[in-house]
């Protein structure tokens, strides 16, 4: 996989957590600390694929 697929894929779990967290933040659908959590595992996988592909930020 190339690394621009790989940043993309990071992005893009990075982004889905930050929808559905803003979905619960906004009380739409489910309570905002469930969102907040959400965003966070999201958040947490994201930053562990950057690691795990040695992507770092400057690239």
């Known amino acids: ?9 990071t992005w893009l779990v990075f982004a ?5 967290g803003i979905v619960g933040w906004t009380n ?3 309570s905002p600390i469930i969102g ?3 965003f966070v595992c999201f958040l ?3 930053i562990a694929l950057r ?6 930020k400057g690239e």
């Open 16 to 20: 889905g957590g930050l929808v559905l």
């Open 28 to 30: 739409v659908a489910y």
């Open 36 to 38: 907040t959590i959400i």
């Open 44 to 46: 947490v996988v994201s």
């Open 51 to 56: 690691i795990l592909w040695g992507l770092k």
């Open 1 to 9: 996989m190339s690394t621009n697929a790989k940043r993309a894929i």
